[in-house]
């Protein structure tokens, strides 16, 4: 089992910047596939992005290409989430999940075993 915490959420300007981080236990973090979903007020959750396991493969939602970047450093059992050029639309409850299928790289809720408690991302206009 893997364990999720984020951080690195609140409240920013539109065209600003959060990094969000999702710390993980356990020793096997490096064999977990990892994404990165939102979930905004009345509607479901959706998603961002996703990186394999080793970082060399990152998959992106239309909406936050090129503004948004999925990193990870397994020696800290950490992946990010850069969030550049930031809209009023980016406001939501931003998660972290865990794939055991590490042989892939993941886009569907249901792809997805372990969740973090999800960290509140504000964008003022």
């Known amino acids: 089992q893997v364990q999720l915490v984020e951080s690195g959420g609140g409240l920013v300007q539109a065209g600003g910047s959060l990094r969000l981080s999702c710390a993980a236990s356990?020793?096997?973090?490096?064999?977990?596939?990892m994404g990165w979903f939102r979930q905004a007020p009345g509607k479901e959750r959706e998603f961002v992005a996703a990186?394999?396991?080793?970082?060399?493969?990152?998959y992106y939602a239309d909406s936050v290409k090129g503004r948004f970047t999925i990193s990870r450093d397994n020696a800290k059992n950490t992946v990010y989430l850069q969030m550049n050029s930031l809209k009023p639309e980016d406001t939501a409850v931003y998660y972290c999940?865990?794939?055991?299928?590490?042989?892939?790289?993941?886009?569907?809720?249901?792809?997805?075993?372990?969740w973090g408690q999800g960290t509140q991302v504000t964008v003022s206009s």
């Open positions: 356990g020793r096997t973090f490096s064999s977990y596939a």
């Open positions: 999940a865990a794939s055991p299928d590490y042989s892939g790289i993941y886009y569907y809720t249901e792809e997805y075993d372990y």
């Open positions: 990186i394999s396991w080793s970082g060399g493969s990152t």
